[in-house]
């Protein structure tokens, strides 16, 4: 069997699914996913989901027997970290699948790893599992399922070409080894039960400790019970002398200062305009940044675009961000703040 002779591709993205052949000049069909049914890359109700898709399918005529759905960036979440032992790299992995608003049983996740970085893939496995299954009765066979980006793709692709499409069928190789699909089946549940040993972890350490607690609290109680109270005087305090304290401020020149590659960055994509995080992260990785994680913001109305970076950064690093970016937005504004998970958090606002 070849290949990729006489497949069916899928492009699943956010609110829709698009039908390409091999030789189409564009998509064949589309299918727009009601909010009832499917929001914000969740599945609302599986029931109506299946019937849509069923629905759909069976209005086309296809006669490809293999299909190959393509995830778009709207679906896909990633980080990239710099290559480092396995220890620490299992230990960033779980932190970023902590991160990924879904349950961890509804988590699929592929790596992929360069000379000097490794990135991180992960997806909602329900929306491309659910559609494989309604694809299966009509006697479809779901082969691969890749993120665009992972492939080759350029990120903020909307429609796939005749070129993207040849990309992808000279590249199975890659699409092998950024296969969801593969990875759902032969690790089904590995990343939820990860995160489930950790909370194991933690359930243990707490009875421990409050095992250890009642211990001592039984010991005190024993030795007050047992020790005869001796009479009390009461003697009133004498009012506390007035102290001065010296409140010691680090000098500009102590506060720690962080390396490229030891500063973590969050892009949030603050518009409606699809692979804007992934731009920044482009631009920020060509200066030598590599600590970068993408992800959407609150809300898609932002238009200056905020920068808030923590005291730890350089001057020159700040300098150097700030640059980069006026030469993306119309409108920067910094702020220096003290920040927790990131040191760089930047959300993205009007282009130029």
Request: no cysteine; aromatic share 6%; charged share 20%.
């Amino acid at each position: 069997m070849a290949l990729f002779s006489q497949k069916l591709f899928l492009y699943l993205k956010r609110n829709s699914l698009e039908i390409y052949t091999e030789k189409s000049q564009g998509a064949i069909a589309q299918l727009d996913f009601p909010l009832n049914i499917v929001k914000d890359e969740e599945i609302i109700d599986k029931t109506k989901f299946q019937q849509l898709i069923a629905s759909f399918l069976a209005k086309l005529s296809l006669k490809e027997k293999e299909v190959q759905i393509i995830l778009s960036d709207e679906l896909i979440y990633q980080k990239t970290v710099p290559v480092s032992d396995e220890k620490t790299q299992n230990k960033q992995l779980q932190l970023f699948l902590a991160e990924i608003p879904f349950k961890p049983e509804e988590i699929t996740q592929i790596t992929t790893q360069s000379q000097n970085k490794v990135i991180f893939y992960a997806t909602n496995k329900e929306l491309f599992k659910l559609i494989g299954l309604e694809l299966a009765k009509i006697g479809k066979k779901l082969v691969f399922v890749s993120a665009a980006s992972a492939i080759g793709i350029a990120q903020g692709t909307t429609t796939l070409t005749s070129q993207d499409l040849k990309k992808i069928a000279a590249n199975h190789n890659i699409i092998e080894k950024s296969d969801f699909l593969s990875a759902s089946q032969s690790s089904s549940g590995d990343n939820s039960e990860s995160i489930k040993k950790r909370f194991q972890v933690k359930i243990r350490y707490f009875l421990v400790l409050t095992v250890v607690v009642i211990i001592i609290i039984i010991v005190v109680i024993g030795f007050l019970a047992l020790k005869k109270p001796a009479p009390v005087t009461y003697i009133p305090p004498n009012p506390p002398e007035a102290t001065s304290t010296a409140t010691f401020e680090p000098s500009p020149s102590e506060v720690p200062t962080l390396t490229k590659d030891q500063i973590k960055i969050q892009i949030l994509n603050g518009t409606t305009l699809q692979g804007q995080a992934g731009l920044v992260q482009t631009k920020l990785e060509n200066i030598g940044y590599s600590g970068i994680q993408t992800g959407k913001a609150q809300t898609p109305d932002h238009v200056i675009t905020q920068v808030d970076i923590s005291k730890n950064v350089s001057d020159q690093n700040r300098q150097e961000i700030e640059s980069t970016l006026k030469n993306l937005f119309a409108e920067i504004k910094t702020d220096i703040k003290d920040l927790q998970d990131f040191e760089v958090i930047i959300t993205t606002g009007k282009q130029k």
